[in-house]
């Protein structure tokens, strides 16, 4: 686990909700102060974006990185897909399909990869 994705998946362990925690993580890629990224991020946990929140950062993440119109959202919704099996947050929980830490690990691991790559 890099040291990234070890910060998101502490701060999701800690005082910080799932959006914040990826959000917080990747604050610098995102243009924003710390806690300028957890108040940015705070409405957006809980599935209260539909998705995933972990996921809804890292598209918040890139779009401030590369641009609202950025395609790499599609892409990273993909990869969450096919690694979660699902992007919903009432279908991931209900479905029992990974716990909120794992979609924040696993959104922050796949937002990284991007990153690198792009």
Known sequence: ?????????????????????VMCAFCDE?????DEAAKFAAPYSGGRAVKCGALYAGELVLKAKYGEDTPLVEEIDKKFQDKVGAMNCREIRSKRLRPCVGCVEDAATILENMIQTH
């Open 30 to 34: 995102a243009g924003m102060s710390h």
């Open 1 to 21: 686990m890099s040291p990234k994705v070890a910060k998101a998946v502490e701060y999701m362990n800690g005082p910080y909700s799932c959006s914040q925690a």
